[in-house]
């Protein structure tokens, strides 16, 4: 009797949790369950849950390697979880690829375009899926209603036209309406607006809003804070490849958010350098209103001799963007560029070179290393013609130079004929170092310089960027992690959007700060 | 454990290096054994002779396949200054010859210009000039074949130095010696070499890419120039339509056994000859020994896929 008591009971819950389930599920057009992705032992994406309700915009957040567009991948059936489900429209499935994504529908519009460009405005948006009659293709009704989907959106583009006659921010809107057309239920965003103007964006978020009255759920990848709080109802934060939260946009602030984002990512390192005013010291370089568009805006700075500037900002801030202008590797719109006084004009990074600049780059690997060259060639390939005595390298010199500053930088390597590619990481980074220090520069740029190496090698490297300074070389140190420029700078500046949206100076300078401003967009005086 | 590892591949390295050295030296131990009549001075000044076009073709092409490029117009190169050269020889003038390099060594910078300012593709760029220059040379000549009558210019070529060295022994050594130079203790080659390895990095490192590429270019046609020179001496006459006709396809050969990273990288010189002496050393050997010419070419094709095969095909 009381078996069966109990039997009921237990049968009852179970049937009222699975209407609950049914009901959540009804609710959110996507659930994402425990997934977990390794590569080559390195864990991507560890335990992430997170779901989507129907006709809402949902913000996926974290910085670079958070896990983001991996998490994507699996989501869209490029890659393949290790572990973990996803429910898509009440019904359980792994997407073996990427087209029965799209026909279960799921559109995603990448940040690099994946539409051909010479075919028409209409062939991309009806690809693989052209109307047919009996003679062929059905063009006439094709272009109709291509022509119908952009007419409703109110936007001015001839159907009949090459892809390639319309900028980026057509061509992204051209990719939604593919989307639209294919009644897609999701749709996946990753930085839509990374390459449009504000105009642009105005028209894109518009779209937004009238897929969100037809019940589209759309997931919306951006590094710009303003974006996220404008359009999407709610945000999903990933850190290093785990599942942070997911919050109400309304119960969020963009503080909190940067917190969760970058915050908590402090090393114990004992390196406290001192502090100091250089505002008086002599001027090595001075930026004035250069442009980019529409990386960098206005931006304007000075820097001193033997200062350790830094810059802060979110991934897509300009920062990296804005060195490379003052190396010469881009070109600015507008602006000027001083260095000791002395207006510059930078064609390429020879040049900078010249002027006694050295940049230390964000991707080692790919703009830094000769992988199948020496240590010793690679430490002298920047100073060779100080090594030449009567037009021929002087190898006893070249042996010197490069075993000075294996030893003074503590290079680990059996010899200095040993191949670069064969040193790890840390020591990679230090024979790049080398070969700047060797040329004596008055202006050492850092991108990133303590990315992908370990602990020990890190506080090394932090160590003689502060020796530069003492010896008199000014440096801008660009990182993403907050801690390590609140260690090591004078100064810090603080981009958005391309833009300088404030200086941090002496005692003011933590990670709240830095924080905060890139939160508010205010100024420190008005925070203080 | 590591230690010995990366010994073992610091030797493996070395030995890639010099695995066209080695495998020349083979194939001339193995004709010594059981080719008739090989050790004479008669087979060491002709695989000079007949090598020494490739050889040239092949120093400028290495340079150039360092850089991650390619040359196909070096044949036509030679064939346009065999050409401009004869036909002033026949008016009288041998000033012209020099014209002749000028003209030849302008068109190497014009293709280092397309390649390095107008970022075309190398293959692009010297399969136009290919063509050009040899439309070029055939339009000068007009009517075919230019032959000159100059006796003393063809005596002093053909006449062997101390007795057993032919001349082009020593136009090969001296070409050599100063590409080796070059390569190897100069500014230029260590930026070349840098370049090949990674041009991005190569560009921010403050290296000026656009010389670097043109000069390439520029020396490859030079020698060019130095070969269309011996083909044109040694018959007293230059046919605009075969001069150098297919020529850049050797040199291509050579470079590739000599362990020059078709991905650019490390100008290998010393493989490079060594390369262009062991395709001629198996043209000759099949000549001495009986076995027709078709047999020579699949050799070659199987000593072409061996080096690939040792020097690693990585794709970067």
Redesign the interface.
Request: charged share 20%; net charge positive; proline share 4%.
């Given at each position: 009797m009381y078996i069966v008591l109990i039997l009921k009971y237990f049968l009852s819950s179970l049937l009222i949790l699975e209407t609950k389930g049914a009901k959540s599920m009804e609710e959110n057009i996507l659930e994402i369950r425990n997934i977990t992705k390794h590569f080559a032992g390195v864990k991507a994406l560890d335990n992430v849950s997170f779901s989507v309700k129907r006709g809402e915009v949902h913000a996926l957040m974290g910085e670079n390697g958070a896990g983001k567009s991996t998490l994507i991948k699996v989501l869209t059936g490029i890659y393949k979880a290790d572990s973990g489900e996803i429910y898509f429209d009440e019904k359980k499935c792994m997407f073996p690829n990427a087209l029965s994504a799209q026909h279960a529908g799921i559109s995603t519009i990448y940040q690099e375009l994946n539409m051909i460009p010479y075919l028409t405005v209409s062939e991309n948006i009806f690809l693989g899926r052209y109307p047919m009659q009996r003679a062929g293709i059905d063009w006439k009704s094709m272009n109709e209603m291509a022509q119908k989907l952009v007419d409703d959106i109110g936007v001015k583009i001839d159907v009949r036209k090459p892809l390639n006659t319309y900028g980026t921010a057509k061509q992204q809107i051209i990719s939604i309406l593919r989307a639209i057309s294919l009644k897609s239920k999701l749709i996946v965003m990753d930085e839509p607006t990374s390459s449009l103007d504000s105009n642009e964006v105005d028209i894109l978020f518009g779209i937004i809003d009238k897929l969100k009255k037809d019940k589209v759920a759309i997931v919306f990848i951006t590094h710009r804070l303003d974006e996220v709080y404008r359009m999407c109802d709610c945000i999903t934060v990933l850190k290093d490849g785990q599942y942070e939260g997911t919050y109400d946009i309304k119960e969020l602030s963009q503080y909190e958010l940067l917190n969760k984002m970058i915050g908590k990512k402090i090393l114990s390192m004992d390196n406290n350098r001192v502090k100091r005013d250089f505002s008086t010291d002599e001027c090595v370089l001075e930026v004035s209103h250069v442009t980019r568009v529409p990386y960098v805006r206005d931006v304007s700075f000075k820097l001193h001799r033997g200062e350790i500037v830094g810059f802060a900002g979110l991934l897509g801030s300009g920062r990296t963007e804005l060195a490379r202008i003052i190396f010469g590797c881009d070109i600015p719109n507008s602006g000027q560029i001083q260095m000791g006084g002395k207006l510059i004009h930078l064609s390429s990074p020879k040049d900078a070179v010249a002027q006694g600049m050295a940049f230390c780059t964000e991707n080692r690997r790919e703009e830094g290393l000769f992988p199948d060259i020496s240590v010793q060639n690679n430490i002298a390939i920047c100073t060779l013609s100080q090594l030449c005595t009567a037009g021929f390298i002087n190898l006893k010199k070249r042996k010197r130079l490069s075993n000075e500053y294996i030893e003074k930088l503590g290079i680990k390597t059996p010899s200095g004929e040993q191949l670069i590619k064969n040193l790890s990481g840390g020591n990679q980074q230090k024979v790049i170092l080398a070969r700047w220090l060797a040329t004596n520069p008055k202006l050492i740029i850092f991108d990133e310089p303590t990315r992908g190496i370990d602990v020990g090698a890190k506080a090394e490297i932090e160590k003689l960027v502060c020796e530069f300074s003492d010896r008199g070389i000014s440096v801008i140190f660009i990182s993403s992690e907050m801690s390590e420029l609140v260690r090591n700078c004078d100064r810090i500046i603080v981009l958005r959007d391309g833009m300088i949206v404030g200086e941090l100076k002496g005692a003011e300078i933590s990670e709240k700060n830095i924080m905060w401003m890139i939160a508010n967009k205010k100024s420190i005086d008005s925070l203080m | 454990m590591s230690?010995i590892t990366?010994n073992f591949?610091?030797e493996i390295?070395i030995f890639r290096k010099y695995v066209s050295v080695l495998a020349l030296l083979a194939l001339i131990i193995f004709n010594c054994l059981f080719t008739q009549n090989f050790v004479s001075w008669v087979t060491f000044s002709n695989l000079f002779i007949q090598a020494s076009k490739v050889v040239l073709l092949g120093l400028g092409m290495t340079l150039i396949i360092a850089t991650g490029g390619i040359d196909i117009s070096v044949g036509s190169a030679m064939g346009l200054s065999a050409t401009i050269s004869a036909i002033f020889l026949v008016n009288g003038e041998p000033a012209g010859i020099l014209l002749s390099l000028i003209v030849v060594a302008a068109f190497g910078v014009l293709c280092g210009t397309l390649v390095s300012k107008f970022s075309i593709l190398p293959l692009i760029a010297t399969l136009a000039l290919r063509y050009i220059l040899r439309g070029l040379a055939q339009g000068l000549s007009g009517r075919g074949t230019v032959t000159y009558n100059s006796p003393a210019l063809t005596q002093f070529f053909i006449t062997p130095i101390a007795g057993h060295f032919p001349i082009h022994f020593f136009i090969l050594v001296i070409a050599v010696i100063i590409m080796y130079?070059v390569v190897n203790?100069?500014?230029f080659g260590?930026?070349v070499?840098?370049y090949g390895?990674?041009p991005?990095?190569?560009?921010?490192?403050?290296?000026?890419t656009t010389k670097i590429i043109i000069l390439c270019y520029a020396v490859s046609a030079i020698f060019a120039w130095v070969s269309g020179m011996l083909e044109m001496i040694m018959v007293s006459s230059a046919d605009p339509s075969t001069v150098g006709l297919d020529m850049e396809i050797d040199a291509i050969a050579a470079a590739v056994i000599g362990g020059t990273?078709i991905t650019g990288?490390?100008p290998n010189i010393i493989g490079t000859v060594c390369g262009a002496l062991l395709l001629q050393l198996i043209t000759m050997m099949c000549n001495m020994n009986n076995v027709p010419y078709s047999t020579a070419l699949m050799i070659k094709a199987g000593i072409i896929v061996f080096a690939l095969f040792f020097h690693g095909f990585r794709k970067k």
């Open positions: - | 230690s990366k591949r610091f390295t130079l203790r100069m500014k260590f930026q070499e840098a390895n990674n991005i990095a190569a560009k921010i490192a403050g290296i000026n990273p990288g490390y």
